[in-house]
């Protein structure tokens, strides 16, 4: 599969969730096949909030063509879900005084994803003042906290399990909640669907809430 990246510059970045969507795809055409979506994550089987994020995906995937079935047995595709966010990442920035040009860095931390397949490591990078807190000339350091959710949307084929699109949309936001960031990524995620494969994309989503505290990349 060939390996293509585009950027969508939409206009008013500054209040929207800006996601990050990459995609796979060797979906068929529309021709009657039916559908069901569980969760990647078995826990959440039967939840409310896996419900309403999976309507959402049933919702878009019915506006391509696709049916909806009543239950696996009678599906011929099995669409799997899963979201999370991470721990969050502390940022913080030096900056100098006011008159004086010193050396602006910035130092962040934090852990890899919490929900099942995603790996829990640290990661630190990088810095490049040599007079951290408050060196020559004066400076002042200030810190804020950042999250990054991400959303999966794995299709199969069930009678032989072959893949047929593999997704994948994340945004950094000032919040940790799932509900806030959950359905634009998914509006990310089916934007243009299926895509081009092998393709990243960055699409703007206004979000409903939260919208003064979503950031990009």
């Not at 796979?24 to 055409?29: D, G, S, V």
């Not at 039916?34 to 999976?54: K, N, Q, R, T």
Request: hydrophobic share 35%; aromatic share 16%.
């Amino acid at each position: 599969m060939l390996l293509g990246i585009s950027a969508l510059g939409l206009s008013g970045c500054a209040t929207g969730l800006r996601t990050e969507v990459s995609r796979f795809q060797a979906m068929p055409n529309p021709q009657g096949q039916s559908f069901v979506v569980v969760p990647m994550d078995s826990s959440h089987l039967g939840g409310l909030e896996f419900s309403g994020y999976a309507e959402q995906v049933a919702h878009a995937l019915q506006a391509q063509g696709y049916a909806r079935a009543a239950s696996a047995d009678q599906a011929t595709l099995i669409v799997r879900l899963g979201y999370g966010v991470d721990e969050g990442h502390t940022e913080v920035v030096g900056d100098s005084w006011p008159g004086y040009r010193g050396y602006p860095y910035s130092y962040g931390y934090g852990y890899g994803w919490g929900y099942p397949g995603f790996y829990r490591r640290p990661y630190y990078y990088g810095w490049s003042d040599p007079f951290w807190f408050g060196g020559y000339g004066g400076s002042y350091i200030r810190s804020y906290t950042y999250y990054v959710s991400e959303v999966d949307v794995d299709i199969r084929r069930k009678v032989d399990n072959i893949a047929l699109f593999e997704g994948k949309a994340k945004a950094r936001s000032r919040s940790d909640n799932l509900a806030n960031t959950v359905p634009s990524l998914l509006e990310a995620m089916f934007t243009g669907f299926p895509g081009n494969s092998g393709e990243t994309v960055k699409i703007t989503i206004p979000p409903v809430q939260d919208q003064a505290k979503a950031s990009s990349y």
